[in-house]
C-alpha cells in the first residue's frame, strides 16, 4: 500500500505542475470537467511515459494531448449497473467468450455504413466527450459522438461520414441515434482516419476524389433528418469564408506538390499540431504536407520555407507531430523512415527499415522518454525462423542519429507479408515515472499472426515474449489497442481491469468466431506491489501466461518468482496466485463419457478454466462446476481444479475489423465505457440491414 500511495502523491505533484507551467505556457489548464476529450488515432501514437523531472515536464506541457491522456486513465469511479461484459452483444451477433455466457441484453449497437463500407484497415473511428466526469446522452447540449468514415464514394443516397450520439446503453430514446451525416462531395472516398478538434466542434479528414487528396475542414452541426443513406449534402466554402460559416459548413484545401500540381492521399491520416493549429498530412509521390490556421484561422497549405517537402517518391504514411523534440516523423512503403523540421523542411532518412509492404502505420512516440518505434513487416535479415526475415519493432531517440537503432523481433516474416500495424503501450509503462512496462504487437507476418509483448525497463526493449496464436491461417491482423478502466475497482484498490484488442480477417481462433474474421481481447493487467487483491482478480504475468488470485491479501514489495507449470501456486506476501497457463485464444470445452487425462484444461459452461488434476472418465451429464478460484469438482472419475474466469473473448467481425478506439473514460451512465469500430466486410448490422457495420462493445470483464 505504501508503494501505491506513494506514486499517488508523486501523480499530483507532476498534475499540479502541469496544471501550472501548461497554463503559463499554452493556455491550455482548465478544471478537469470543463475539459473535452478527443480520442482518435492520433492518441495512440504520441503517448506519455510519466514526467518526474522539472525537464520531462517542461516537454510534455504544452502538448494537450498529455493531459488528454491522464483524463483517459483517471476517469470518476465506474456507476453501478455498468455494462460489464463484453457478451452484450448486437442484434445478430453470437454469444462472445465462451458457451456458458448468453447473448446480449440492448447493451451494444451495430449500425450499418452502407454496402461495403468500413473504415479501413489499419484505420480508426474518432470519438468525442464533452465532459470528464460523465457521459452525455443526446439530451446533452452538446452529447458525446463517434464519427466513422464509411469508404465509400458520397451521394445524395450514401453518406461520406457519419457520426452517432445518444450512445450509452442508459441513454433514452433511440440508441444510438445518427447526430449527422454527409455527402462531402460526389464520388468522393474518406480512405484514412479522420480527427477532431480540441475542442469537438470540427473534423478533419483527408478525401479522394479523382485521383486527388483533398483536406476536408468541417463543421458539423445536429440533425433529426440526417441519416446514412439520406445525408446532407455539403458544398466547400472558400477557406477565407470558413472560419464565419454557419454550421454544417466545409471548406477544402487542395494538397499540391513543390509545382502547384494535385498529389493523392489514400494511405496517410491528418494529424494535428493543437498547440500551433497546424495539420500534417502526407500522401502519393512521398510529400509531406504542412496546414495551417486549420482549426482556429484560415486553412491554408504552406508553400514557402521548404514546403511542401517531398521525402522520396514513395507514398508516405500517417505522420506523427512531437510536440516535446519539435519534429515530424513519417515513414513511406518503400520502407524508410523520416525526421522532418518543421520550420524548414529539412530532413533525416534511415536506412531501408523495411523490405516488404513498407512502413503502413505511423510512428508511437513516448514524448516524456523521448523514444520513437517504427513497425516494420520484413527486416531484411535472415535471423528468423528458416533464415527467413522478421518481422519487427525498431525503436530510435528522438533527436538521435537514425542510423542508431534497437529491433525486436516480433516473429518471421517472407517475400510478400502481411502488413505490420503499430501496437500499443500498457497502462504500466504509460503511468510508470520510468518508461518501464509492456509494448504489444501483432507480428509474424510471414504466418499465423500472433501476439508479442516487448517488456520496456528504462525505455530499454527487453527479450520477446511470444503470446497468443491469432489465426490458423496466414492472415493479416489489426493494429492492437490497449484498453485500461482505472475506475474499476475490487479488493478496497482502484487496481482497474486491462484488456487487448486485436482481430484478424480471417481463420479467427476465438471460441465464438466460426474460422472467419475474428476480433479477440486478452487480460493484460499488471501485477502491483502492496496492493490488495480479492480472490478471482486476474494479472498477466512475465511469461504472457493468466495469475488468478487463489488467497484474498496483499502483494509484496517485489514481482514474486511465478511458476510456469498450469495449475502451480506462487506464494505473494499474503496472497496466493494459481497459474491458469497461456494466455490462448480459444480453448477446448467439456465432453460427456470422455478419458481425460492430468493436466487437460478446458472452458466450463460457467466461463472458468478447469484443470484436470486426478484422470479418468467425465460423468454422462455436465457436473455442478464449483466457481470459486481452486475449489475442485467431481465428475464421475475426474477431478477439476477451477483456475479462475477465462482470461479472454472474442466475437465474428466479416473480413476483421478496422482499428479500435476506447472510451474508457467515461463510466456515468450505465454502458458507458465501450470500443468502438468498423467491420471491414459486409454482415447483418443489429436490425438495420446487412452492409459494413459501425460498432459499439463493451469492454470485457470490466467493472
Known sequence: MRGNFSKAIRYGVVLTALFVLGWVLTGQAARPDAVGIPTDWTHRHVIFSQPSTPEEIARVAGDPRFMQQWYRQHPVPVSAGESNDFSSLPTGYPAIGNPGRSPASGHDWSENLGTGASVGAGNFPAKFSF?????????????????FATGLGGSSLQASIVAYDNLYSSCTGTVPSVYWAYDTGTGAKIMTSPTISGDGSQVAFVETSGGFGILVLLKWAAS??????????????SNASYPGCTAPCMTEVLLKDGAGIQTDDTTSSVFPDYTHDIIWVGGARGWLHKVTGVFRGIPTEVTTGGFPVQLSNNTLSSPVYDFASGYVFVGDYGGFFYRVNPNTGA??????????????????????????????????????TGSQPCSGVYQFSASGNLSTSSEAAVGASAVTPSPMYEGAFDQGYTGSFNATGHL????????P????????????MGAVVNGPVLSNSNTRCSPVSDVPNPSATSGGNATGNEWLFASTI?????????????????????????????????????????????????????????????GAITGDNTARWINQGPASASHVTWIANHAYAVNTVILDSKGNIELVTKAGTSGGATPAWKTIVNQNTTDGGVTWRNLGAVATASQAAAGGTSGIIIDNVISVPAGGSQVYYSTQSNQTCGTSGTGGCAVQASQSALQ
Open 131 to 147: 465532459r470528464t466526469s460523465g457521459a452525455q446522452c443526446n439530451n446533452g447540449t452538446p452529447p458525446d459522438y463517434v464519427v
Open 347 to 384: 530532413f533525416t532518412t534511415s536506412a531501408q527499415l523495411d523490405h516488404g509492404l513498407g512502413i503502413t502505420a505511423g510512428p508511437i512516440v513516448d514524448s516524456t522518454n523521448e523514444k520513437v518505434y517504427v513497425f516494420v513487416s520484413n527486416d531484411g535479415s535472415t535471423a528468423c
Open 224 to 237: 433529426t433528418t440526417d441519416t446514412v443513406i439520406h445525408p446532407d449534402v455539403l458544398t466547400a466554402v
Open 440 to 447: 504489444y504487437v501483432c507480428g509474424n507476418t510471414g504466418g
Open 506 to 566: 480471417a481463420s479467427g481462433l476465438g471460441n465464438n468466431c466460426a474460422s472467419g474474421g475474428c476480433l479477440m481481447n486478452f487480460v493484460d493487467l499488471q501485477w502491483i506491489p502492496g496492493n490488495v487483491y480479492a480472490v478471482g482478480q486476474e494479472v498477466i504475468d512475465t511469461h504472457f501466461q493468466i495469475q488468478a488470485c487463489s488467497r484474498a491479501g496483499t502483494s509484496g514489495a517485489a514481482a514474486p518468482a511465478w511458476k510456469v507449470a498450469v
Open 449 to 460: 499472426p500472433i501476439l508479442y509483448q516487448i517488456p520496456i525497463t528504462g525505455g530499454t
